[in-house]
């Protein structure tokens, strides 16, 4: 009886390190050594697409170190964030570019020069990255969308 995995979570240190082992994940989940995308069994779970929550980053700083989850989705999650969006919860910086590292660096760049107060330089920061490849795309360009979650004072 095959199985899947929902998520896989892992804290990250800062560094070429934590670079590297959060690559080793990704490349394990993609390839299907990880139940995530695949079932135990190697079959491709269709409507599913991977997203990571990242969690205790320091705000503008840097997304690493930090604590992250990775999830398979359904598509109606996209929904649900726009949804959120609309009702003001999360801010999106989005990049397209040549490949899924640039546009990924290219997110965080825009989240970190943001001056917005309502994200950032909170006591709990929240993000959720989704990044498509250039192969699952509609214009031949990769993608990468950052959510980053509203805290409004008091």
């Known amino acids: 009886m095959a199985y899947r995995l929902e998520s896989i979570s892992f804290r990250v240190d800062g560094g ?17 050594k990880l139940p995530l995308l695949f079932d135990s069994d190697g079959q491709f779970v269709p409507g599913l697409s991977p997203v990571t929550e990242y969690r205790d980053f320091d705000g503008r700083v840097s997304s690493l170190p930090c604590s992250m989850t990775i999830r398979a989705v359904p598509g109606s999650f996209f929904q649900q964030m726009a949804d959120q969006m609309d009702a003001g919860l ?3 910086y989005t990049a397209a570019g040549s490949d899924i590292a640039e546009c ?15 994200v950032g330089n909170v006591d709990d920061p929240y993000a959720v990255e989704s990044s498509v490849p250039t192969e699952y795309t509609k214009d031949g360009k990769a993608h990468s969308y950052l959510w980053v979650k509203r805290h409004f004072p008091d």
């Not at 990704?26 to 390839?31: E, G, H, T």
């Not at 997110?107 to 107060?117: A, I, L, N």
């Open 16 to 32: 070429a390190a934590g670079g590297a082992a959060t690559e080793a994940i990704w490349n394990d989940l993609v390839q299907g």
């Open 90 to 92: 999360y801010k999106l």
């Open 104 to 118: 990924s660096a290219a997110v965080w760049k825009m989240f970190s020069e943001d001056e917005d107060p309502s």
